[in-house]
């Protein structure tokens, strides 16, 4: 019933800007995290950006004053706001929420991926 699409991903040049998105559908009872992971070629996933239902904030060393993640509650989203972009900053970056359904039911999800590519 719950499934999490991204958006926004693309080609920028360095120090350029992205806005990523991430919207939750299906039916809801709450989002207790939302947060981004990205995965470059051959390296591991890692941890971009979290928020809580506080709006509670943590982030990536790498990022920190550069990125910001935001929530918008009534439309079930989240965003990734990255600016200052880097070349290093390139990978498929991937929507992760933990959802509890109308049913109860708690789960983690994940999105399919959007791909940031930043060139110099």
């Known amino acids: 019933q719950v499934q999490l699409v991204e958006s926004g991903g693309g080609l920028v040049q360095a120090g350029g800007s992205l806005r990523l998105s991430c919207a939750a559908s299906g039916r809801i009872f709450s989002i207790n995290y939302m947060g981004w992971y990205r995965q470059a070629p051959g390296k591991q996933r890692e941890s971009v950006a979290g928020?809580?239902?506080?709006?509670?904030?943590n982030y990536a060393d790498s990022v920190k004053g550069r990125f910001t993640i935001s929530r918008d509650y009534a439309k079930n989203t989240v965003y990734l706001q990255m600016n200052s972009l880097k070349v290093e900053d390139t990978a498929v970056y991937y929507c992760?929420?933990?959802?509890?359904?109308?049913?109860?039911?708690?789960?983690?999800?994940w999105g399919q991926g959007t791909k940031v590519t930043v060139s110099s």
């Open positions: 928020i809580t239902e506080g709006d509670r904030t």
């Open positions: 992760n929420a933990h959802i509890v359904a109308a049913t109860a039911m708690t789960a983690n999800y």
